[in-house]
């Protein structure tokens, strides 16, 4: 079992940047692929980014390649999203999940994970 926690959210200003981090428990960090999703105000929650367990394989959702950076420190247990160019449409709640994977597999529906934060709010103003 893995535990989960966010951070890194804020306010902050459209074309800023931000690094939200996840921190993860547990001793088989490495074992996990995980990915970053989104929830918007009065939206579901929509997938944004994935990683393999050991980092050789991501994926983006459309809305954010080239602003959107998923990285992951597995001796730190910790998963990262840098976002740059800060739009005020990426405005929403941030949340990590985590499931068991193979090294190269990544996965991008909510029901592919079994761990799940509380979330990091990030507000972009205009």
């Known amino acids: 079992q893995v535990q989960l926690v966010e951070s890194g959210g804020g306010l902050v200003q459209a074309g800023d940047s931000l690094r939200l981090s996840c921190a993860a428990s547990g001793r088989t960090f490495s074992s996990y692929a995980m990915a970053w999703f989104r929830q918007a105000p009065g939206k579901g929650r929509e997938f944004v980014a994935n990683?393999?367990?050991?980092?050789?394989?991501?994926g983006y959702a459309d809305s954010v390649k080239g602003r959107f950076t998923v990285s992951r420190d597995n001796a730190k247990n910790t998963l990262y999203l840098q976002i740059n160019s800060l739009k005020p449409e990426d405005t929403a709640v941030y949340s990590c999940a985590a499931r068991l994977g193979t090294i190269y597999s990544i996965y991008r529906g909510l029901d592919d994970y079994d761990y799940w934060g509380q979330g990091t709010q990030v507000t972009v103003s205009s």
């Open positions: 990683i393999s367990s050991r980092g050789g394989n991501t």
